[in-house]
């Protein structure tokens, strides 16, 4: 993982937390257990730096509600 990718996640990751009220490290623990962040955010990297952050975190949130990672 480059270094783009790698502050990318941790952007995503700190707003999640901001945004869910939930702390840094459970926003990396679902994301990762839900197979969101390497198998979604990593390989998508290229289109969602591109997003607005408001956009970004509705699109993650409702992808971690999909996988049964949040309550619907």
């Known amino acids: 993982m480059d270094r783009n990718i790698l502050e990318f996640v941790t952007y995503c990751i700190s707003k999640l937390s901001q945004r869910l009220n939930i702390s840094q490290r459970e926003v990396y623990n679902r994301l990762n257990k ?12 290229d289109v969602l730096h591109t997003f607005s952050s408001r956009y970004l975190m509705d699109d993650l949130t409702d992808f971690m509600k999909e996988k049964g990672v949040l309550p619907q």
């Open 34 to 45: 839900s197979g969101i962040l390497y198998g979604y955010i990593v390989p998508s990297y």
